[in-house]
C-alpha cells in the first residue's frame, strides 16, 4: 500500500507458478558466481556481484535497437514517480519523562536529558532502537532492551544534575553503564573528583572519545598527576598546559644560573663566580 506494489501469491511449493522470477535469479547466478564462488567477506561478494550487474546493464542489446538496459532506464527516469523515504515501521508511543529523568516503555526505563523533566515526549520503537523525540527534535537514541523493569541509561542525559550533585556520580546507574574505556579512566584518575569528570563527559559530547583518550595516554605517559580535564582539553585545542614538565639537565640549569649571575656582575661591575672568574 506505501509503495504503490500489487502482490500475487503462489501455491505452496509451486516454483514453476514464478518462473519468470526463478529464471532472473539463476541467470544472475549463473553470471555473477559460476566462475568465481569464493569471497573473503559479503562486503567483497556484493562488490563482485554490483561490478556485473553494471558490466550487464550496460551491454548494448539488439532487441532494444542496440541500446542498453541502462540507456532505456536513462529514458524513463523522467516518466517515474518520485521516490518515497522508507517506509518506516516503528511503534509510536508518548511518555511523560519521569522525576529520574527517565521514560517508561514496555516495562523498561530508557533516560533522556534531565531538562525535560515533567514533559511529554515521542518514542518511536524499533526491534533493535528506540528514538526519543521532543517538539520533533531526536534527543535520544537507546538500544532496546527486552528484559524486564530494566534501566538503560546515557550518563550525559544527567551532567546538568550531576553538577550541582557530583557526589552522586559514584553510585549511578549510568556510571555503570559507561564504556569499558571511560570506567577505567574514571577509577584511574577521577574517582577522588568527580566534579572534574562531569565537565570531561562534556568535553567528549563536544569532540569525541578517542581523542579524549589520545590526550590522557599522552598526559600519563609524563605524569599520572598531569590527568585532568583542563590539561586534556589543552592538549585537544593546542593550548598551554597548567604544569609543564622539567625536562632539563642539571648542567643547562647551572649554566642558565651563571649568566644570570654573570648579567648581575656586570651590571654593578662585581667579579665572581659568576662572571667565570676565580
Known sequence: MYYGF???????????????VERGVEFIRRKAFSIKTDFESLEE???????????????????????SPADILNQEMKYLL?????????????ARVNK??????????????DYLVGKFVKAKIYP????????????????RSYQSHDWTVDINHFVHTLKKKPGALHSSVGRHQLSPELQ?????????????????????????????????EELSKIKKELVNTDNIKNIIFKLPREETPLNIKDTS??????EQISSLNAMFNLKSMGGYEN
Open 100 to 113: 529520574y529523568s527517565v521514560i517508561n516503555i514496555d516495562q523498561n526505563k530508557y533516560s533522556v536529558p
Open 253 to 258: 640549569i647551572q649554566k642558565k644560573s651563571l
Open 128 to 143: 533493535e532502537t528506540i528514538e526519543i523525540f521532543f517538539k520533533e527534535a531526536k534527543i535520544a537514541e537507546h538500544k
Open 6 to 20: 500489487r502482490y500475487r501469491f503462489c501455491n505452496i511449493a509451486s516454483g514453476n507458478e514464478k518462473g519468470h
Open 45 to 67: 561478494a556484493n562488490k563482485h556481484l554490483q561490478e556485473k550487474l553494471d558490466k550487464l546493464n550496460c551491454k548494448k542489446r539488439n532487441w532494444l535497437q542496440n541500446q
Open 184 to 216: 577505567e579512566v574514571y577509577n584511574k584518575y577521577y574517582i577522588n573528583n568527580p566534579k572534574d569528570f562531569i565537565v570531561l563527559l562534556e568535553l567528549i559530547k563536544e569532540k569525541d572519545l578517542k581523542s579524549v583518550l589520545k590526550a590522557i
Open 82 to 94: 518520485p521516490l518515497k523515504p522508507s517506509y518506516d515501521t516503528s511503534r509510536r508511543v508518548e
